[in-house]
């Protein structure tokens, strides 16, 4: 998009205008249309040496006009194949088994035979991430924000545990309880361990080496993330700069609290505990 709204006033916003003064815009741009969020992307030469202008990008609404490229995931690898099977499943204990063992089936879909529809209770027995026993943590908690992402309603009925190394357990219930989709955090999720998810449409780094991953504006939810946890960060998606940040959806195990400003902080303590899907804009051919 080469414009987008500028939401204190509602004037338009162009490539220009926020070089100009980035300070001003950054978190406070939409798209006009469907009024989703948007980034600004600074202009480049391909390797190839063709020119890119600078532009903004934006998690559209489907069907948006304003759309003018495609946002492609980066290592979404077996979700596809998997997409059919899974949200019908009772809960994700079946789905990760298959993905631990690289192996992809597509469960049966029940509501293509001739069998009465299956009644689905919740399991008993819950998903378990992380610990010694449980599935691995970053898989896990990848596969979950894969579905959150293409079904934001994604897990009802399915229970969930995420145990630390240690054994402390993090976080048990019925999933849906435990997902905290920013911005939409309530009161009763502050100081608690929860499964935070969402889009970070800007961020910004700090002289000491801090980044904030942010949604919007100052006031809206933020991910802060210390220097050595952004180098961990950075090596482990082999990042040389955090424009990919960009876009991205991340789920993230962690606490909120809140700045002296009410601002929701979100703060994670191992790179483990946190996932990031990036994109890749490709135009439109
Ligand atoms: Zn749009």
Known sequence: MLEVEFTHDGSRCTPELFIADPEKYEGLIVCIECRKRAWFTKGFTTVKGVERTACFGSHHEDGCNRASS????????????????????????????????????????????DAPPH????SPKPIEIGGKSGYPMEKSLRQILSYLVRNELYGEGKSVKIVADSGRVLIEGMLRDQLVQVPYIEERHYQKEKIFWGEINNYKELDDGTVWLNYGTKREPSIYVPSDLKQDLMDKYHMK???????????????VGRSPHGKPIIRSAFPKYMNFINYREKEFS
């Open 119 to 122: 009644n689905w209770e919740p």
């Open 70 to 113: 495609i946002l492609e995931a980066e290592d979404m690898e077996g979700i596809e194949t998997d997409e059919n099977g899974d949200n019908k499943s009772a809960d994700i204990f079946i789905n990760l088994d298959k993905t631990k063992h690289g192996q992809i089936e597509k469960s049966v879909d029940n509501d293509k035979t």
């Open 241 to 255: 700069d955090l424009s990919r940040f960009h876009g991205s959806h991340f789920i993230v195990v962690g606490v």
